[in-house]
């Protein structure tokens, strides 16, 4: 149904005498659903929430029970570590900075590099990945769940079955978790909601500014990371850096990762990347794949530079960070969660 | 007021004909408070508890933003890491095993060693350690701190005055956090309020064996860690392994950290150790200074043979086992604290 969304627009603007540009402008400016694409095969339940929330936080799923999927995707503050690389288990470093959990609900692929369709794909990756949370066999996450009587009663409760504690069923719970964590009214949110003064002078030319640069070419959707309604596992990509050989190029060494090639080993994924989100972008500093930009503001240099060839203006930087800062959004209150006991003994004792 | 509290109950015992024993199993065993001891110069506040809250779980307060408080001492367990040792800034082992938070507030001196007097003090060594938080200097975290626009805003709220922004003020509102980390009613504390079905026999035959075998001598007190009306910094010290040259201390290594000599450099204090609680003990494997006995069982045999030289069968072990298990009280349910935001850039980007 949304792929006809454009479409519709366009006839809509014929039809009204509408220009194009504001056409286009109402198809690339969308405000933020809050509630989350559900899987048909991974229904979302209070107590999967729950569930998931308290595997999140468990550092009882990396082998030394230093590291949780929150260390590094940090749900109290921006969903991601604030920091170049990750560090994982035993003081090692990771090959790309951590990308923010909040709104990845609405990516139609995850990681960097797209290689996981789903987010209880992803979820499995950094348990078992050696530099990170560093478990040798998804067997053995089953069986430190499986000796915590708390999760056991509780994966009875929410998956039933004979044998509910699985690799898959771990994915499941995290994933659902992180389906809930959305930031919607921001105050971009509340402008397209028909807020006039949501937004100050400087963000709404920046918002005029995104457009007629070509930013929205790519940061589009209600999650500026292009189309929220592609097939599941069907990134939005993009070149990056598009237009080579930038004295930025050099400096950040933004080409060294050669990113989805990667995965795929075919030359015309070289430098290609999921486009990232700008939903609390203003938050999640320092930036890119590898952190190497500090800074908003050269953030948007550097993007403007690389990707569509352009020198920014001071005015129209600081422009651009207001606007990009109005996508700030409203952080759900939650509570700590309890991370189930196991008594007299522990899985990380070693 | 309270140090008069055993011969009260000595003159009530004589005066009445009750037995001695009965007398002192009254002095014993006490219930856990819910409400901190305060100090004068750090009056508790809703305000600074949640500034508290938001500094305990930052980990902008260590050198590269991957460690905070919560990473050694998690409250959504058991206030430990449930680790041997505790692992700092780029995969650092520390020397001893994290005590738990929890109920640290009734502690007269705090770490293993009794260093610090309060829980402010405390609360400044890991983050100048450099193998735990890793900042160089206190100035530092100051820095970091006064960058970040919802903290600086909280600390002229709470602390007032020109400046608010210290490390004083920054270890008072951790301090103010903890004193909140408190586990009543557990099923010992129902116990001894009247409710003669909150304890398992195995459990009523444990609290009678702790007392007759002699460990209340040490562990005892409304926090089974001695008492818990001393002086301020005065901590109540027990050698550990009383008995020497046991098979268990060359296997556990028990007598390698000299503990509180480390501190003063007197040959008496030589393998002295404040007194740990007993509170939650059951969730807090691994055990003892090192982290070297995983299991609650074997730490029970442990102790009665290094300190009071007796062999235990199983049948008292468990009945210990299922006493101290009833010591694991009420976790108060916690919001998630948010961590104050700070736009466009980042204190760990490097």
């Not at 794909?121 to 915590?148: F, S, T």
């Not at 918002?207 to 930013?215: A, I, Q, S, W």
Request: aromatic share 8%; charged share 20%; with cysteine.
């Amino acid at each position: 149904m949304k792929l006809l969304h454009r479409t519709q627009q366009l006839s809509i603007a014929l039809l009204t005498g509408l220009s194009l540009a504001t056409a286009s402008s109402a198809i690339a400016f969308e405000a933020l659903p809050e509630t989350p694409p559900v899987p048909e095969d991974n229904p979302l339940t209070p107590e999967k929430i729950e569930l998931g929330k308290q595997l999140f936080f468990d550092p009882r799923l990396s082998v030394d029970g230093t590291v949780s999927c929150n260390s590094c995707h940090n749900v109290m503050a921006s969903g991601t570590d604030n920091r170049p690389v990750s560090v994982g288990v035993g003081g090692q470093k990771g090959g790309r900075s951590a990308p923010t959990v909040w709104n990845a609900a609405f990516l139609t692929a995850q990681f960097w590099d797209g290689r996981a369709a789903t987010l209880e794909d992803q979820a499995k990756g950094p348990i078992l990945n050696p530099i990170e949370m560093g478990l040798p066999h998804q067997d053995v996450a089953i069986e430190r769940i499986a000796a915590i009587p708390g999760y056991v009663e509780q994966f009875a409760t929410v998956f039933g079955g004979d044998n509910p504690v699985t690799y898959d069923n771990i994915a499941k719970a995290i994933a659902t978790y992180e389906r809930t964590l959305i930031t919607p009214n921001s105050p971009f949110d509340r402008h397209v909601k028909g807020d006039e003064h949501a937004l100050s002078t400087a963000a709404k030319n920046g918002m005029k500014l995104v457009e007629e640069l070509g930013c929205t070419a790519c940061h589009n959707g209600a999650n500026f990371a292009g189309p929220t309604n592609l097939p599941t596992g069907e990134g939005f990509f993009q070149k990056f850096p598009t237009h080579t050989g930038t004295k930025y190029e050099k400096q950040y060494h933004l080409a060294e990762d050669l990113g989805r090639y990667e995965v795929t080993k075919k030359d015309e994924d070289k430098n290609m990347w999921r486009v990232p989100t700008w939903r609390n972008v203003a938050l999640t500093a320092p930036y890119f794949h590898n952190g190497a930009v500090g800074t908003l503001d050269e953030a948007v240099r550097v993007m403007a530079k690389t990707q569509l060839n352009k020198d920014l203006d001071d005015t129209q930087v600081n422009d651009i960070v207001a606007f990009l800062n109005s996508l700030t959004g409203e952080f759900p209150e939650q509570t700590l969660p309890r991370l189930p006991a196991m008594a007299n003994e522990t899985v990380t004792a070693e």
